[in-house]
C-alpha cells in the first residue's frame, strides 16, 4: 500500500475544507452551498473531462464513483486501471475500506477532497 497521505488534526482539515469551498464557490456560483457530494460531483467531471453537463442520478452515481476512486487512490483503496472506449477510467478495489462511522468516513473523504485539490496546485 502506498498511502503518501498521513491523517491531519481536525482544526487543520477543518480550516483546509473552508478554504477549498470559498474557493471553489467563487469559482463556480450557483446552486447554493457546496457540500462534500457538490465537491466530488466536480472532481468526477473534471477527471472525467466533461465540463458542465446536466446530469440524470445514474450519471450523477457514476461520476461520483469516479471521484470517490480518485481521491482514496493515493491512501491505497483503489488503483487506476485503464480508459474505456468512452473515456471512464476504470479502478481495481486493492482493499476495502476500513468500517467507519458516518463521521469518520466524512472526514476520511474531506481530507481525501484536500489532499487531491493540493496535489493539483489548486489548493495551498
Known sequence: MHNRHKL???AELKQDWEALLQKLSNQFPGDGDLDLDGVLLLIGTQELQMGYIKMKKDDKIN????????VLEPYGYYEFEKRDEQGWPH???LQPLPPLKAGEQSILM???VVNYFKDNGYLK
Do not use: E, G, N, Y
Not at 461520476?63 to 480518485?70: D, F, K, N, R, S
Open 8 to 10: 491531519v488534526r481536525s
Open 63 to 70: 461520476v461520483l464513483h469516479v471521484a470517490i476512486c480518485t
Open 91 to 93: 479502478f481495481k478495489a
Open 110 to 112: 474531506k481530507q481525501a
